[in-house]
């Protein structure tokens, strides 16, 4: 019973394509979260919901698109993919609130060629 | 702004030795700190986090920190070193703008050598 789940979890594409990640969670959250893991391994949000409203959307260039369908869904589109755009994915869940724990998908690791 | 300085990307220690990873913050309000674990080409898990209460905090698989407010530091600790605990440590503080958010050090990668 997977809590939070991401898909795909490879994936490998040319520059200038279109490309979707879906993640999924069953933990009955209010909030999503997507991150991006640099390949120093530096780990930054670049966006959260509640409710599936944007609450918290970092200085992500405007290519990078989430949408949450429900609360449990957190989906992100990306367009124009560039090489810079290279890195792991995660998607995570909690509760609202400034002390919870955050519980993390297993990644999507995006390779731009 | 808050922010998190982990000292050292890379940490190696013997099997049944101490283990302790060393997370510097600054926070404008009382902070709620955090130590997430990232084994290989996994997600991240919570090791143990502050939030209010008694400074000396325990976590899983045996490791413990303790919030010095006068050091501004989170030190992460672990009186024996277990092949398994290789991975990649992150500390982080939260803050709160709508929703959480999670502002992480650089981590440290800890190896133990057998």
């Known amino acids: 019973d997977t809590a939070v789940s991401q898909t795909p979890k490879y994936l490998v594409t040319q520059m200038g394509n279109d490309k979707s990640i879906k993640c999924e969670q069953n933990?009955?959250?209010?909030?999503m979260y997507w991150y991006k893991q640099d390949s120093k391994k530096f780990l930054k949000i670049m966006f959260s919901y509640n409710n599936k409203e944007l609450i918290i959307n970092e200085t992500v260039p405007n290519r990078f698109s989430p949408k949450s369908p429900d609360k449990a869904h957190l989906n992100l589109h990306i367009n124009s993919l560039e090489l810079g755009d290279s890195a792991v994915y995660f998607c995570a869940s909690s509760q609202d609130g400034r002390a919870e724990t955050q519980y993390f998908g297993p990644g999507t690791r995006l390779l731009v060629l | 702004a808050q922010s998190v300085t982990q000292l050292g990307s890379h940490v190696s220690v013997s099997e049944g030795a101490l283990v302790l990873l060393r997370c510097n913050y600054s926070s404008s309000v009382p902070p709620y700190l955090f130590w997430y674990v990232q084994y290989p080409n996994q997600g991240l898990q919570l090791l143990l986090k502050?939030?209010?209460?008694?400074?000396l905090v325990k976590g899983i698989n045996g490791f413990e920190a303790e919030f010095k407010k006068s050091e501004t530091s989170f030190h992460l600790t672990k009186p024996s070193a277990h092949m398994s605990d290789a991975a990649e440590y992150f500390c982080a503080v939260s803050d709160y703008q709508g929703a959480q958010k999670l502002v992480f050090g650089q981590g440290t990668r800890l190896t133990i050598n057998p």
């Open positions: 502050y939030t209010t209460g008694a400074t």
């Open positions: 933990l009955g959250h209010d909030t």
